[in-house]
């Protein structure tokens, strides 16, 4: 995605995750202790004012779309309200562009793409951000961008099949000032501790206790109101999406920047490091040819580190063993947060990573993370079974960073790196 546990959350497309994603690794905060609680918090939970330690899946938090989890009606919509206003009203959905879906008005037709209506779309994740883009962040937050941010999705529910979500997905951050972030992990923390003490939950996945409890469980309302506590369209800064056009297997991406949601004012993200300030990137891929991928970046970027050509196997075929390894770090770099951060890497580079190693260099080229001087390494606050991903090439195609393909999660290992670097900071926090 080192001992370094500086933080930094995919800013795009997280889905998704839309924001791109050089920098050198940099080192760790001093270690002055794990939090500590200072009284009430959200949800009525009041800790005892000792140690609050988190975990993985405390900041970055999959809702599960497992049938017997509850349906599409038990998530969080966008149009839901709470201290801050609707989380995306519904004229800044219509203003910045929706999302591909699968609603058709008036019938589908001939190459035509479906529409993501504002009425389906649920927030599927939620991920903590205490200080955004930031490889060398200050213990005390100087200077930090402390976000939170939901991941929302198209889904419906297909009959006995349960909640199914559409290959497409936005990405939404909220501005948060540094005590209500930590109120919030305090929180989720003592939500967590209410329902399973202290054992750990593992890595990354959709929330073992919302599995177990189901969406309308004890933690899974707890974080929904901690959400509508905290996230609305006063605090909504960004937007970023991107959609997959199935009709040709084209993946596009772009994000705006949100000065106010209610009154419409925005203006089109640049993406980093993309020729002539490219406010848009897309991948497309040929599944007929049999040969792992064969994708396409529209534009590439023009950083050192460039994986556009590890996307076709046909022409990492062509390298030599030397030049085909030199993209393999470049790829590995890009997945570590002490090396690339969100305002450094291109959106497609970031959201393209995992599904380039799985299909086209382990299977074929036995190139693996494991040993790479370049790939990330957690603190002591996560354990090496705690940073796998959760992507499975024989299931259906899938380049979310942290959301769905129906019911199949994509979780991707920029993500996992991402939120292994953010428990690690906030576990060393003065």
Not at 31 to 42: F, K, L, R, V
Not at 318 to 334: E, K, N, P, V, Y
Request: with cysteine.
């Amino acid at each position: 995605m080192n001992s370094s546990i500086a933080p930094t959350l995919l800013a795009l497309g997280s889905a998704a995750l839309l924001a791109a994603c050089s920098g050198s690794p940099t080192p760790s905060p001093t270690d002055a202790g794990p939090i500590t609680d200072a009284g009430p918090i959200d949800g009525g939970y009041v800790d005892d004012g000792g140690p609050v330690a988190v975990q993985m899946n405390d900041v970055s938090i999959l809702f599960p779309l497992a049938l017997d989890a509850g349906g599409a009606d038990d998530l969080l919509k966008a149009s839901s309200s709470g201290a801050r206003g609707v989380l995306l009203p519904q004229a800044l959905y219509d203003s910045v562009g929706h999302i591909i879906g699968s609603s058709f008005d008036g019938g589908p037709l001939p190459g035509s793409t479906g529409d993501a209506h504002y009425d389906d779309l649920r927030v599927v994740a939620v991920r903590i951000d205490p200080c955004f883009a930031s490889m060398d962040p200050d213990p005390h937050g100087v200077g930090c961008q402390n976000q939170l941010r939901l991941i929302i999705q198209e889904v419906r529910d297909e009959g006995d099949q349960g909640p199914d979500a559409f290959d497409s997905a936005l990405h939404v951050f909220y501005s948060l000032s540094r005590d209500e972030l930590l109120e919030i992990a305090r929180s989720v923390v003592a939500l967590r501790e209410a329902s399973s003490g202290d054992a750990r939950l593992g890595g990354l996945q959709p929330h073992p206790l919302m599995v177990q409890q189901g969406l309308d469980g004890a933690f899974a309302e707890g974080v929904k109101s901690l959400i509508l506590a905290h996230a609305g369209a006063q605090n909504l800064t960004r937007v970023t999406q991107f959609s997959g056009n199935l009709q040709i297997f084209e993946w596009a991406f772009k994000g705006d920047d949100v000065s106010d949601a209610v009154n419409l004012a925005y203006t089109p993200m640049v993406i980093p490091t993309l020729p002539d300030d490219a406010t848009a990137q897309s991948f497309d891929n040929n599944f007929e040819s049999g040969l792992g991928l064969q994708g396409r970046f529209a534009p590439e970027s023009t950083d050192a580190d460039d994986i556009a050509p590890l996307a076709s196997a046909t022409e990492t075929q062509a390298m030599d063993a030397g030049a085909r390894q030199a993209a393999f770090d470049s790829l590995i770099r890009i997945e570590n947060p002490t090396h690339h951060t969100p305002n450094t890497i291109d959106c497609v580079s970031c959201h393209t990573a995992t599904p380039i190693e799985k299909f086209n260099l382990t299977p074929t080229y036995d190139l693996i993370e494991t040993g790479n001087p370049n790939a990330f390494e957690p603190s002591n606050s996560v354990l090496n079974s705690e940073i796998n991903p959760t992507y499975d090439p024989n299931n259906a195609f899938n380049l979310h960073a942290f959301s769905y393909v129906g019911e199949n999660p994509g979780i991707n290992q920029r993500t996992v790196n991402e939120t292994a670097a953010i428990v690690g900071y906030l576990n060393t926090l003065p």
